[in-house]
């Protein structure tokens, strides 16, 4: 369906056809693909560019800072000049970074790669979630994003277990590679296919101080504010997750590539599961109450894996208590993410670009400060891991305090 007959069948219908909200978490999947793919890579990664032990961390962390700039740049060129074209030049970017990455042999140079290769991937975050707030809010919109969640969730449970089959048969570089061709068809499934949802007479023409002031606009507004700031605590948690699962699995507790993938791929779809339930739940329960359960429920698992880690009951003797714990962190979140998004955008249609990307922005930043937090800490334990994802539902709980006390909360 070319994008002038599937705009109209939107117009029309009010809804997104399948095949778009496919297309439109394909293309969110390439933030994902490009985070957890080469974490099987790490030791190998620390070993060829010169790093030394740990660097591969300090990449990752690298790569969640150019998606808060980048998002933070992206969210106005949505708004301005509409959804595709900012997305077909974020998309651009991503390519050719990739490709740096593939060929550079220096650790510096891969750094730079990886921040600019992240910079061009924002647009991947942005857009998609703008296009779904130009179509639907509200609980439509909370279904269309599970649906979103459902089918870029299945990267995080590929990735790694692709990565470690390249790693079997190739070398790092291999994945940067496989990157490239990915931003490729990206780029041309979204000439063809995809439509810009955002009309002409919508799209904001503004300079530069008028665009930091709406983001300042934005940021004054408590609901926006505190609901992507518990979206943003689940991104610290998550992506601490990211930075040490591969030291806690793959060093302390010996497992190969391959298994380490097999577990990450398992516990993405605990993750994408626990999404589905609270998508399907949306229409009988409130989505503030639904995003407060997954708080109090990652509250209560990130404190057991820390209590439990801290006391030397779990510990690298005991990989199946650990990986359960884990699961259960992440099984909590995935009735915060969604809901938080959602209920962050319901007073910002008129922009929804800016607010996506000042939400973008927020999670990346948090999740980058994760990712040093990581880098930093020793690797002779998995207790650094546990501390570091508890400190995201102490977060998530003042924030959650401070909206149930300052905020009227949604009725729909």
Same mark, same amino acid.
């Given at each position: 369906m070319s994008p002038a007959l599937a705009l109209q069948t939107i117009q029309t219908t009010g809804r997104l056809p399948f095949y778009l909200i496919a297309l439109l978490g394909l293309i969110t999947a390439i933030g994902p693909i490009s985070t957890d793919m080469y974490l099987p890579a790490f030791p190998q990664l620390d070993r060829d560019l010169g790093g030394g032990p740990g660097s591969a961390q300090f990449t990752l962390a690298t790569w969640f800072a150019g998606l808060a700039?980048?998002?933070?740049?992206?969210?106005?060129?949505?708004?301005?000049?509409?959804?595709?074209?900012?997305?077909?030049?974020?998309m651009g970017i991503y390519t050719l970074a990739s490709a740096g990455c593939a060929m550079t042999g220096d650790y510096r140079a891969f750094c730079l790669f990886r921040f600019l290769a992240a910079v061009g991937g924002s647009a991947g975050s942005v857009v998609p979630r703008a296009f779904i707030?130009?179509?639907?809010?509200?609980?439509?919109? /909370? $279904?269309?994003? #599970?649906? !979103?969640?459902?089918?870029?969730? *299945?990267?995080?449970? =590929?990735?790694? &277990?692709? %990565?470690?089959?390249?790693?079997?048969?190739?070398?790092?570089?291999?994945?940067?590679?496989?990157?490239?061709?990915?931003?490729?068809?990206?780029?041309?499934?979204?000439?063809?296919?995809?439509?810009?949802?955002?009309?002409?007479?919508?799209?904001?023409?503004?300079?530069?101080?008028?665009?930091? /002031? $709406?983001?300042? #606009?934005? !940021?004054?507004?408590?609901?926006? *504010?505190?609901?992507? =700031?518990?979206? &943003?605590? %689940?991104?610290?948690?998550?992506?601490?997750?990211?930075?040490?699962?591969?030291?806690?699995?793959?060093?302390?507790?010996?497992?190969?590539?391959?298994?380490?993938?097999?577990?990450?791929?398992?516990?993405?779809?605990?993750?994408?599961?626990?999404?589905?339930?609270?998508?399907?739940?949306?229409?009988?329960?409130?989505?503030?109450? !639904?995003?407060?359960?997954?708080?109090?429920?990652?509250? =209560?698992?990130?404190?057991?894996?820390?209590?439990?880690?801290?006391?030397?009951?779990?510990?690298?003797?005991?990989?199946?208590?650990?990986?359960?714990?884990?699961?259960?962190?992440?099984?909590?979140?995935?009735?915060?993410?969604?809901?938080?998004?959602?209920?962050?955008?319901?007073?910002?249609?008129?922009h929804a670009g800016s607010a996506s990307a000042m939400l973008g922005t927020m999670q990346f930043t948090i999740g980058a400060v994760s990712g040093l937090l990581m880098g930093f800490m020793p690797t002779s334990s998995v207790v650094p891991m546990a501390a570091v994802m508890a400190l995201g539902p102490v977060m998530m709980l003042i924030a959650n305090t401070l909206r149930r006390r300052w905020c009227a909360e949604m009725t729909e």
């Amino acid at each position: 369906m070319s994008p002038a007959l599937a705009l109209q069948t939107i117009q029309t219908t009010g809804r997104l056809p399948f095949y778009l909200i496919a297309l439109l978490g394909l293309i969110t999947a390439i933030g994902p693909i490009s985070t957890d793919m080469y974490l099987p890579a790490f030791p190998q990664l620390d070993r060829d560019l010169g790093g030394g032990p740990g660097s591969a961390q300090f990449t990752l962390a690298t790569w969640f800072a150019g998606l808060a700039v980048g998002q933070f740049s992206c969210g106005p060129l949505s708004d301005r000049f509409g959804r595709r074209v900012p997305l077909l030049l974020g998309m651009g970017i991503y390519t050719l970074a990739s490709a740096g990455c593939a060929m550079t042999g220096d650790y510096r140079a891969f750094c730079l790669f990886r921040f600019l290769a992240a910079v061009g991937g924002s647009a991947g975050s942005v857009v998609p979630r703008a296009f779904i707030r130009d179509v639907a809010t509200g609980r439509e919109g /909370a $279904r269309i994003m #599970t649906q !979103l969640t459902l089918i870029f969730g *299945v990267a995080p449970i =590929l990735a790694p &277990s692709l %990565g470690g089959l390249v790693l079997a048969v190739g070398v790092w570089r291999w994945i940067f590679w496989i990157a490239v061709i990915y931003g490729l068809l990206a780029i041309a499934a979204i000439w063809f296919l995809l439509p810009d949802t955002l009309p002409l007479s919508r799209r904001l023409r503004l300079p530069p101080m008028a665009i930091l /002031a $709406r983001y300042i #606009t934005i !940021l004054k507004e408590p609901h926006f *504010v505190l609901n992507a =700031l518990i979206a &943003s605590a %689940g991104t610290f948690v998550m992506f601490a997750y990211l930075g040490g699962s591969p030291v806690v699995f793959e060093h302390l507790l010996g497992f190969t590539p391959q298994q380490y993938a097999l577990f990450f791929g398992a516990n993405a779809a605990v993750f994408i599961a626990s999404t589905q339930v609270s998508g399907r739940l949306v229409h009988k329960v409130r989505l503030a109450s !639904l995003m407060q359960a997954g708080i109090y429920g990652t509250a =209560l698992m990130a404190g057991l894996f820390l209590l439990l880690t801290a006391t030397g009951i779990a510990t690298p003797a005991h990989p199946l208590l650990i990986g359960a714990l884990i699961m259960g962190v992440n099984a909590a979140l995935g009735f915060v993410g969604a809901n938080a998004t959602v209920l962050a955008f319901h007073h910002h249609g008129a922009h929804a670009g800016s607010a996506s990307a000042m939400l973008g922005t927020m999670q990346f930043t948090i999740g980058a400060v994760s990712g040093l937090l990581m880098g930093f800490m020793p690797t002779s334990s998995v207790v650094p891991m546990a501390a570091v994802m508890a400190l995201g539902p102490v977060m998530m709980l003042i924030a959650n305090t401070l909206r149930r006390r300052w905020c009227a909360e949604m009725t729909e």
